[in-house]
Nanobody, 123 residues
């Protein structure tokens, strides 16, 4: 079955770093754009970053630009999100997502989703 499984979340102080991982299985994701989104209670899921199938195109949300780095390793079916200079407002559940085709920033454009991993940034 198709699965995206996030890991690497946890509790970190403001200014610290975390690296999230997304393990993909059940189908071939090498032709898909892979994205990260995040959600806080009472709000819609928000775009964080996306990387194209080849890694040649990357888009970041304005709030994370310069602090987060998305990458992928298609030989391992893995996607990563390196998060540096974390802020309390980064606290959220982070989700990995996949879509066949080009990079997009809307949640409605993605077909596959993981269960999420909690990131909490203390001040």
């Amino acid at each position: 079955q198709v699965q995206l499984v996030e890991s690497g979340g946890g509790l970190v102080q403001a200014g610290g770093s975390l690296r999230l991982s997304c393990a993909a299985s059940g189908r071939t994701f090498s032709g898909d754009a892979m994205g990260w989104f995040r959600r806080v209670p009472g709000k819609e899921r928000a775009f964080v970053a996306v990387i194209s199938a080849s890694g040649g195109s990357i888009i970041y949300g304005d709030s994370v630009k310069g602090r987060f780095t998305i990458s992928r390793d298609n030989t391992k079916n893995m996607v990563y999100l390196q998060m540096n200079s974390l802020k309390p407002e980064d606290t959220a559940v982070y989700y990995c997502a996949a879509r066949p085709g080009v990079v997009r920033t809307s949640t409605t454009q993605y077909d596959y989703w993981g269960q999420g991993t909690q990131v909490t940034v203390s001040s």
